[in-house]
């Protein structure tokens, strides 16, 4: 048998000791990682979260139509905005459009107060609304409320154009860009957070055709339902043309979606940002 000899001097010690401690903390680094990338995953989806007493039969028996693809919540989403624009075409007066906002806020609001403090009303409301919620609304606020606030804070301080690009910017790019992040994200890289540059792409392509459509066909056609001053955009008065405009109107739309704004509910950051860069492009340009 031939001896091995065990090196005991100081300096290999203190190298063993050295590449215990790196050891460790490599392994601690990969532990907060997976953490990390864990609550990152349950923040983004809630298709994971435990089960409560309240259950969303919706989601149980539609399964991925709901808790992945969320297509009776993107559908309600989307729709708002087709229902804006119906009515932008009947003349509806946008100063108006405020106060109902704010009722539906206060009524929602109420209402999530009682069921949150009121088990057996929030599965009632949970069996009525389900399937337009997620699942970590059950003991949570409504997503809405946020909806409504973006909303309301847009018809409060901006002009008719820059309220309704908004509007359809919150209903139509951030649909696409939940759609298409989810769906190809992964092959994309990641620009902040949750936010991949495939859901940034599809903002930018949607908010690019919502302003061109809006800016170029609705409002030239429908000219008669404006007031002196309530369109801020016009060729005569812009340095932009339609097809700048629409190209920057898609670049509001991608940061807008983009940016996360402390952690705050992207149902209000999109139309309060996107009011506040189209507001500004278009004053910046004016001539």
């Known amino acids: 048998m031939v001896d091995t000899e065990v090196p005991v001097g100081n300096g290999s010690v203190s190298s063993a000791r050295a590449n215990k401690r790196r050891s460790q903390l490599r392994n601690r680094s990969e ?3 997976d953490v990390y990338a864990k609550k990152s995953e349950l923040s983004n989806s809630d298709v994971h979260l435990p089960l409560t007493e309240i259950r969303l039969r919706s989601h149980e028996w539609f399964g991925e139509f709901i808790t992945k693809h969320e297509v009776p919540r993107k559908a309600f989403h989307s729709s708002i905005g087709f229902i804006t624009m119906y009515l932008y075409t009947k003349g509806l007066d946008y100063k108006k459009v405020r106060d109902p906002l704010i009722y539906a806020f206060c009524s929602i609001f109420v209402l999530d107060l009682i069921r949150l403090r009121w088990s057996a009303f929030n599965k009632l409301y949970c069996r009525v609304v389900g399937a337009l919620m997620r699942k970590r609304e059950i003991h949570s606020y409504n997503g809405v409320l946020w909806y409504l ?7 409060s301080f901006f002009s008719k154009d820059v309220a309704l690009i908004s509007l359809f910017l919150l209903s139509w790019s951030d649909t ?3 759609t298409f992040g989810r769906k190809f994200g992964h092959l994309t890289p990641k620009i902040t957070g949750n936010k991949s540059l495939a859901g940034s792409l599809a903002a930018f392509v949607v908010g690019f055709l919502t302003c061109l459509l809006f800016y170029g066909h609705f409002v030239p056609h429908y ?3 404006n007031k002196p001053g309530e369109i801020e955009w016009s060729p005569d008065s812009s340095a932009l043309n339609l097809l700048q405009l629409s190209l920057l109107g898609g670049i509001v739309a991608s940061l807008s979606e983009g940016i996360d704004l402390f952690n705050w509910d992207d149902n209000f950051t999109i139309p309060v940002l996107s009011a506040i860069f189209m507001h500004s492009v278009i004053r910046i340009f004016r001539i």
């Open 223 to 225: 000219s008669y339902v």
């Open 176 to 178: 696409a860009a939940s």
């Open 149 to 155: 606030l973006g909303l309301i804070f847009a018809f």
């Open 31 to 33: 532990h907060k990682s």
